[in-house]
Nanobody, 116 residues
């Protein structure tokens, strides 16, 4: 089983930046697909970004975050990141880390609040 712990959430102003981290309890070298999801208040959880390949060879983003968010990971640190730039109030959500390793593993989430 893989335990995932998100961190880096907080309060930021519109247009600001924030980097989220997802620390795994074990090596993520062999985890081919990892990603980020978010749950906006009052809405269902939605997909944000996916990173495929330990070398960062392929990444995909939801239309709502394309050009603003970047997903990456550092296998040596067992950590995946989500760099969020040009944040908007509608980005306010609980962000969840996900890893597909025979099962969908989830962290407990970290809250990002974008507000003036």
């Amino acid at each position: 089983q893989v335990q995932l712990v998100e961190s880096g959430g907080g309060l930021v102003q519109p247009g600001g930046s924030l980097r989220l981290s997802c620390a795994a309890s074990r090596s993520i070298f062999n985890i081919y697909t990892m990603g980020w999801y978010r749950q906006i208040p009052g809405k269902q959880r939605e997909w944000v970004a996916t990173l495929t390949s330990g070398g960062g060879g392929s990444s995909n983003y939801a239309d709502s975050v394309k050009g603003r968010f970047t997903v990456s990971r550092d296998n040596a640190k067992n950590t995946m990141y989500l760099q969020m730039n040009s944040l908007k109030p509608e980005d306010t959500a609980v962000y969840y880390c996900n890893a597909r390793a025979g099962y969908n593993y989830w962290g407990k989430g970290t809250l990002v609040t974008v507000s003036s």
